[in-house]
Every structure is written in C-alpha cells, then in structure tokens.
C-alpha cells in the first residue's frame, strides 16, 4: 500500500489475466460505489453501443457492473478487454465473443448461449452453474483456417453446438467430458481426444463436416444422425476404442468409417440408412447389435455400402428389412439375425469368416442367406436354421465358383408345391429309402450355369432321428427329381452326433448337379424317422361345427390318430382317436367333425401312435373360432379370463340377461367344488365367481331351467 500515491498494488507470480478474479469490500462512493449498476439489454448489438435499457454513464461498454442479456438479444464482444462483474445470460439470449480478447465476465449464470468464435477459450469468469446440466449452452465456430480446442476442463455442458468452416480443424480436449443434451455440428473437422470419454446424453447430429473420433470412447444415449445427404455429416471411428449409440443409428448422410484395430460400434437401437457409404470395419473392426429387445437394419448396405463386420450380440434377435452385404466377418455371439427373401445377408467374399464357424443352436441366420464360394472342399459352413431349430448346411466338392443360396425350412417340403408334389421316395433308388423325413427341407440354389457338389445336412431334437449311432448311420441325402416327383437318394457318409448341443451332421457320398434343389433327410432304416409322413392338417367351420382334415403320403405301422383340443393351446383334452392305415405307400385322407366344440376359439392338434406306443406330434396347430348366438335357443356361455390367475372368473352368457342362474364348479375327476346362484346383468355379464383353487383346469356348469352346460377353465400358476 503506497499512502503518498493512495494505491494498493498484488504481486502476482506466474499468473496471466485470466487467473485474476474476485470482488472489491472497501473504497468510498465515488471511487468503488456500495451498489453495482444494472443494465438490461433492449435489443441485439455490441458490446459498446447504446443497446441497454439503461444509460452507461460516459457511453461505451459497461464496466464492474451486473449486465442482463435478454431473450432473443445477441449481445457482440468485438473490442477486447470488456469487465463485468456479474452476466446473467436468459435461456433464449447470446454472449457472442468474436475477434476480441481479455474479458472478465465475473459470475455467469443463466440458461442462455456463449458463442466463441475462433477461439475456444472462454473469458475468465465463475462458471460453477453456468457449465452444469441445467446451465447454459456453449457455440464454437470455426473460421477457415482456425485450429483450436474445446471443452477444455469442462466436465459439464448442457448444450453444444459446434459450426463453421469446413477448412477449420477442432479438437476436444484430453479429458472426459459430459453434454447434457444434443451435440450438434455442422461445417468443421472435428477430432477426438485419444482415450478420454465424451458422454453425449441427447442426440448427436452432424449435418456436414467430419467427426473424427480416434481413439477415444464415445456414448450417445440418444440417436446418432449423419444428415444433409451425399454433401452432409460424416463420423470416422478412428483404431481401437468404443462408440456405443443407445438409441438409433440414421445414417442420411455422406460416410460412416468403422474404423480399424477393433474399434466397436456397438448400437443398442435400430439402423436406418437412406443415403451415404459405409467404410473401415477392418483389422477386427465392427458394427456391434447389441441391444436387448428386437432390433432391426433397414436400408441399402450393398457395395460401397457394405458393413465389413457385422457383429450380433441380441438375445432378443436382429432383422434385416433389405440386404445386407459382409465381406470381413459375421459375428454370431447371441440371438438369430432374421433374414427373408428380399433382405438376404450375404457373404460376398469365399474368406469371409463366420465366428463361431458354422454358427450355433443360440445364434445363427434364422432364414435364407448367401455365400460366395470357391471350386473345392474347404468348409464353409452356412450357419442357417429357423426359429428354435439350428440346421447348418455345407457344400463341399464343389466344382466351380459360385454365390450359393441356401435356406432351411422346419415344414414338410410340399409346402414349395407346386414345385414339389410328392414326399415318395424313388423306388429304383440304389439303396433303398424307408423313410422320406416330413419334419423339415432345405432349398439350396446358386448363380451361373451348372455346377455340382456334395451337400452336408444336419439334423436336431426335432428331427425325429434316433441318436443311436446304429441308427443315425442309416440317414441319406435326398433330393427332390422334378421330372419324376419322387425323392433320389445321394447316399450319406461322416455321420456324427454332439450331446452336448443334441446335433448332428453327415454328407452325401455322391455329388449333386445343381440348379435350384430341394433336399430333405432320408433314411434306409425305418426308425428314421417315425412312421407317419404328414402332407398337411387343417380345419374350418361349419355352422355349429369345427372339421378337421389331415393327409398322409405313407404310413408304416400306424396304428392310430389321437386328436386333441385346447382352450388356451397349453392345456389339452382328447376329442377323438382315429384308425390309422397300418401300412400304406399311397396317400390316406382322413376328417373328424367336432359337435361339441365351444363358443370363442379352440385349438387343435394330432398326434400319430403306432402299434408299439412311439408316437409323432404333428408341427402344426390347428385354430377355430365359433361367433356366439345373441338369442338364447342354446345354453352357450364364455369364461373369462381363460385361463385365469385372480381366483376369479365371470362369464358372458347371451340370451340371459338380468336372470339369476345356477353353477357349479367341479375337478376333472367330477368332485363338485362349489355350487351357487349368481346374477347376470342387462348386458349378459355375470357378477364375479370366486375359484379360490389350485393351479389346474375345472369344469362350469351353468343350469338354467331343463338346460345344462358344462365348459372347462384353467387356473395358472
């Protein structure tokens, strides 16, 4: 302190402009006032023009004083060394710094924009609620030829928005750092910091420029999307780290890189693509389908669009709306990727890998799939099955290079009449088939002019095979002969069977000469499969009646047909037992008409019992419905709910309204559980019926004058 010149002079070592902030307690009025001024921008402009509602004492900027910026004003630094001791920015308004320096903002508070411009160094000031999730939001432009860094020591942001030239270069800062909500780019190219973490919480939007993200970690727990079409957006991935998109990828944009070195970008949404090429995906680089409900990819991913690596990390299962091309590796860790005749994945290169090789019974293509192979015997696996069934199938032998389309099929295969007619095995077959399998099929076709090669079938739980070795060595490659409607036999060879995942596999001992082909399981042992080979079940209603229809090609040792019916198709009652053929090698066509089926809808189903007890369920269900008659000419009445886990049930019962019928409740066994009179209202409901009983299925019977009727209900756990 100087007392001669009246001067208070701090010593400051190693400290520059920006380190000094803090507030003045003495003084008198006319040299520090007691009261800071105020003033209130009243519209847009700079700093140092007459832009506030309240005069500034001498003009220019104001000085050591509270300034409000005021919703929709933009209020420009463009003279350096502006000192406010307090800046309230409104969530509408805008603190624009643009070719100045040497500011001092003092507290800054407010849910309002700083908008940097070639420079991303904020003024000094106290930022503690400015920078935090529900502050403010900051803007960094990029001029041409600017290169500057953002977010440094800012771990929070609510909002940012980064914009400008397209020959500007941006980089984040080495530190992690959190959006709160949107980041936003349009214009600048942008860098990563190596290893730090952005967290974006909103969505992440870039229009044009480029995202280079390196070898950083980021995480958008919104959706990622490259817009503005073939000029617009473009996000590179960088070598090693982690991307991870908890909503949507939309790719309408100009690029995506995957990136090399096992860079992951791992989507827990969907994807959508319209517009843009798709690049990296090298060096163990991949596209990661990692969400926990159903996810799907839409749009074109074929040449220049092709994802390298496609990784499937699902349970729940990935479906593709439009075809997929892999040239590195597809990935199958966990659910099926469901494909269809339109939306293909297809392997477009003879060393795309399959990891694991050949799939598994938890993940594998759940429908067609292709794969462009060369001429010979290296195995190439396609890791394809349908629904719960994993049926992998491989060509070996083959003869010439080829895109080969294979698709597995859990049907009887005259389901691809009228191409195939007949399920009859080719009685001039050098070895004799005793059996046609009618539990599944493959259909296996390729490009190009002719070509052969020897065809591997597998075969699961499903396939009625028996799993002793004796047995499973009899299974045959079978083909289906057009020309002839009968199934050829091309031998079977190396067959082998895994326990552990109830699988097996052979290959045919001939080669097959290839257009599109039909191949199904035979056997020259009867066990394989069980006897009856099913053609079709099916039914329809006639007025009051349900009929059923089922056909055999062949039967061997049938004694008889059991048909069932189901209220809730878990819980089933015999309705019937049929008479089978014994033996036949010509089609039997058999119906039964059900009388007794109730109102509402049933279900259906049959299964087929030879003379020793083995039976064969038919895959298919069969399902009815009966409309409920409004007049009361019958005793008809619905349970509901059906089956029920509240210990109660009320029925509708057209025809009866306000009237007070009798019921009972009894076990299958007839024991009579309870009995009362319950009411029925104006609108045929009745009141609740308590069935405070067992897990199991009961009987209602309703009684009302000479009319009695019985229905069943079940009670879950």
């Given at each position: 302190?100087?007392?001669?010149?009246?001067?208070?002079?701090?010593?400051?070592?190693?400290?520059?402009?920006e380190?000094?902030?803090?507030?003045?307690?003495?003084?008198?009025?006319?040299?520090?006032?007691?009261?800071?001024?105020?003033?209130?921008?009243s519209?847009?402009?700079?700093?140092?023009?007459?832009?506030?509602?309240?005069?500034?004492?001498?003009?220019g900027?104001?000085?050591g004083?509270?300034?409000?910026?005021?919703?929709?004003?933009?209020?420009?630094?463009?003279?350096?060394?502006?000192?406010?001791?307090?800046?309230?920015?409104?969530?509408?308004?805008?603190?624009?710094?643009?070719?100045s320096?040497?500011?001092?903002?003092?507290?800054?508070?407010?849910?309002?924009?700083?908008?940097?411009?070639?420079t991303?160094?904020?003024?000094?000031?106290?930022y503690?609620?400015?920078?935090?999730?529900?502050?403010?939001?900051?803007?960094?432009?990029?001029?041409?030829?600017?290169?500057?860094?953002?977010?440094?020591?800012?771990?929070?942001?609510?909002?940012?928005?980064?914009?400008?030239?397209?020959?500007?270069?941006?980089?984040?800062?080495?530190n992690?750092?959190?959006?709160?909500?949107d980041?936003?780019?349009?214009?600048?190219?942008i860098s990563?910091?190596?290893?730090?973490?952005?967290?974006?919480?909103?969505?992440?939007?870039?229009?044009?420029?480029?995202?280079?993200?390196?070898?950083?970690?980021?995480l958008?727990?919104?959706?990622?999307?490259?817009?503005?079409g073939?000029?617009g957006?473009?996000?590179?991935?960088?070598?090693?780290?982690?991307?991870?998109?908890?909503?949507?990828?939309?790719?309408?944009?100009?690029?995506?890189?995957?990136?090399?070195?096992?860079?992951?970008?791992?989507?827990?949404?969907?994807?959508?693509?319209?517009?843009?090429?798709?690049?990296?995906?090298?060096?163990?680089?991949r596209?990661?389908?990692?969400?926990?409900?159903?996810?799907?990819?839409k749009?074109?991913?074929t040449?220049?669009?092709?994802?390298?690596?496609l990784?499937?990390?699902?349970?729940?299962g990935?479906?593709?709306?439009?075809?997929?091309?892999?040239?590195?590796?597809?990935?199958?860790?966990?659910?099926?990727?469901?494909?269809?005749?339109?939306s293909?994945?297809?392997?477009?290169?003879?060393?795309?890998?399959?990891?694991?090789?050949?799939?598994?019974?938890?993940?594998?293509?759940n429908?067609?799939?292709k794969?462009?192979?060369?001429?010979?015997?290296?195995?190439r696996?396609?890791?394809?099955?349908?629904?719960?069934?994993?049926?992998?199938?491989?060509?070996?032998?083959?003869?010439?290079?080829?895109?080969?389309?294979?698709?597995?099929?859990?049907?009887?295969?005259?389901?691809?009449?009228?191409?195939v007619?007949s399920m009859?095995?080719?009685?001039?077959s050098?070895?004799?088939?005793?059996?046609?399998?009618?539990?599944?099929?493959?259909r296996?076709?390729?490009?190009?002019?002719?070509?052969?090669a020897?065809?591997?079938?597998?075969?699961g739980?499903?396939?009625?095979?028996?799993t002793?070795?004796?047995?499973?060595?009899?299974?045959?490659?079978?083909?289906?002969?057009?020309?002839?409607?009968?199934?050829?036999?091309?031998?079977?060879?190396?067959?082998?069977?895994?326990?552990?995942?109830?699988?097996?596999?052979?290959v045919?001992?001939?080669?097959?000469?290839?257009?599109?082909?039909?191949?199904?399981?035979?056997?020259?042992?009867?066990v394989?499969?069980?006897?009856?080979?099913?053609?079709?079940?099916?039914?329809?209603?006639?007025?009051?009646?349900?009929?059923l229809?089922?056909?055999?090609?062949?039967?061997?040792?049938?004694?008889?047909?059991?048909l069932?019916?189901?209220?809730?198709?878990?819980?089933?009652?015999?309705?019937?037992?049929?008479?089978?053929?014994?033996?036949?090698?010509?089609?039997s066509?058999?119906s039964?008409t059900?009388?007794?089926?109730?109102?509402?809808?049933?279900?259906?189903?049959?299964?087929?019992?030879?003379?020793d007890?083995?039976?064969?369920?038919?895959?298919?269900?069969v399902s009815?419905?009966?409309?409920?008659?409004?007049?009361?000419?019958?005793?008809?009445?619905?349970?509901?709910?059906?089956?029920t886990?509240?210990?109660?049930?009320?029925?509708?019962?057209?025809?009866y309204?306000?009237?007070?019928?009798?019921?009972?409740?009894?076990?299958?066994?007839?024991?009579?559980?309870?009995?009362?009179?319950?009411?029925?209202?104006?609108q045929?409901i009745?009141?609740?019926?308590?069935?405070?009983?067992?897990?199991?299925?009961y009987?209602?019977?309703v009684?009302?004058g000479?009319?009695?009727?019985s229905?069943?209900?079940?009670?879950?756990?």
């Amino acid at each position: 302190m100087n007392e001669i010149t009246h001067t208070l002079t701090w010593n400051f070592i190693n400290k520059g402009e920006e380190a000094i902030d803090g507030d003045y307690f003495a003084g008198i009025n006319t040299a520090i006032p007691d009261i800071i001024p105020e003033y209130h921008t009243s519209n847009t402009g700079v700093v140092g023009d007459p832009v506030y509602e309240e005069l500034v004492p001498g003009g220019g900027a104001p000085s050591g004083a509270d300034v409000y910026i005021l919703d929709d004003h933009v209020l420009t630094f463009d003279q350096s060394g502006v000192n406010f001791y307090r800046t309230f920015i409104t969530e509408n308004a805008t603190l624009k710094i643009d070719g100045s320096s040497f500011h001092r903002l003092g507290k800054v508070t407010g849910k309002g924009t700083i908008h940097l411009v070639g420079t991303g160094s904020l003024p000094s000031g106290e930022y503690n609620t400015f920078f935090a999730c529900f502050g403010g939001k900051l803007i960094y432009e990029g001029e041409s030829g600017d290169d500057f860094e953002i977010l440094s020591n800012l771990p929070t942001v609510r909002k940012v928005d980064i914009i400008g030239s397209a020959n500007s270069n941006i980089r984040f800062a080495n530190n992690n750092a959190t959006i709160c909500e949107d980041l936003t780019i349009s214009g600048p190219q942008i860098s990563g910091a190596n290893g730090a973490l952005l967290t974006v919480k909103g969505d992440l939007d870039i229009s044009s420029g480029t995202l280079n993200i390196g070898q950083g970690n980021l995480l958008v727990e919104g959706n990622m999307n490259l817009l503005g079409g073939a000029s617009g957006g473009k996000f590179k991935g960088g070598n090693f780290g982690l991307t991870t998109i908890e909503g949507d990828l939309n790719l309408e944009g100009n690029n995506l890189d995957l990136g090399t070195n096992y860079r992951e970008t791992e989507i827990r949404g969907n994807i959508t693509k319209t517009s843009g090429t798709i690049t990296g995906g090298i060096g163990g680089a991949r596209l990661k389908m990692a969400g926990e409900t159903d996810q799907y990819i839409k749009g074109s991913f074929t040449g220049t669009s092709k994802i390298p690596f496609l990784h499937i990390a699902n349970p729940s299962g990935v479906t593709l709306h439009s075809n997929v091309e892999i040239s590195d590796t597809l990935k199958l860790e966990s659910g099926n990727l469901n494909t269809g005749i339109d939306s293909l994945v297809f392997l477009t290169l003879d060393g795309t890998d399959v990891d694991p090789v050949g799939g598994s019974p938890t993940s594998f293509v759940n429908g067609p799939m292709k794969w462009k192979q060369n001429a010979g015997s290296t195995q190439r696996i396609f890791p394809i099955g349908k629904n719960d069934r994993y049926r992998p199938v491989y060509l070996t032998s083959r003869s010439g290079l080829r895109t080969w389309e294979v698709e597995y099929y859990d049907t009887v295969a005259t389901v691809q009449s009228p191409i195939v007619t007949s399920m009859n095995p080719n009685p001039n077959s050098p070895t004799i088939i005793e059996s046609v399998s009618i539990q599944e099929h493959w259909r296996i076709n390729h490009d190009g002019g002719d070509v052969s090669a020897r065809v591997s079938l597998s075969w699961g739980e499903n396939s009625a095979v028996e799993t002793n070795p004796s047995d499973y060595s009899k299974l045959l490659v079978l083909s289906y002969n057009n020309s002839n409607n009968v199934w050829d036999s091309y031998g079977g060879s190396g067959h082998s069977y895994d326990a552990g995942t109830s699988t097996g596999d052979f290959v045919s001992t001939a080669v097959v000469n290839f257009s599109q082909r039909y191949f199904t399981l035979g056997s020259s042992d009867a066990v394989n499969p069980l006897p009856v080979t099913w053609l079709y079940f099916r039914g329809e209603t006639q007025g009051d009646h349900h009929i059923l229809e089922w056909v055999t090609a062949s039967e061997k040792n049938n004694e008889y047909f059991e048909l069932e019916r189901s209220i809730d198709a878990q819980n089933w009652l015999p309705v019937a037992n049929i008479a089978g053929a014994g033996y036949s090698i010509t089609q039997s066509n058999y119906s039964y008409t059900d009388r007794d089926a109730p109102y509402g809808r049933v279900y259906y189903r049959i299964r087929q019992v030879d003379f020793d007890g083995e039976f064969d369920m038919h895959p298919n269900l069969v399902s009815l419905e009966r409309a409920l008659k409004s007049a009361s000419e019958k005793l008809e009445f619905v349970i509901y709910p059906n089956p029920t886990k509240y210990q109660t049930i009320r029925m509708m019962i057209p025809g009866y309204e306000d009237t007070a019928l009798s019921i009972m409740i009894s076990d299958l066994s007839g024991k009579v559980l309870s009995s009362q009179i319950i009411q029925v209202d104006g609108q045929g409901i009745s009141q609740q019926i308590a069935c405070n009983f067992s897990p199991g299925i009961y009987l209602v019977t309703v009684m009302v004058g000479d009319k009695m009727r019985s229905k069943p209900f079940v009670i879950s756990k």
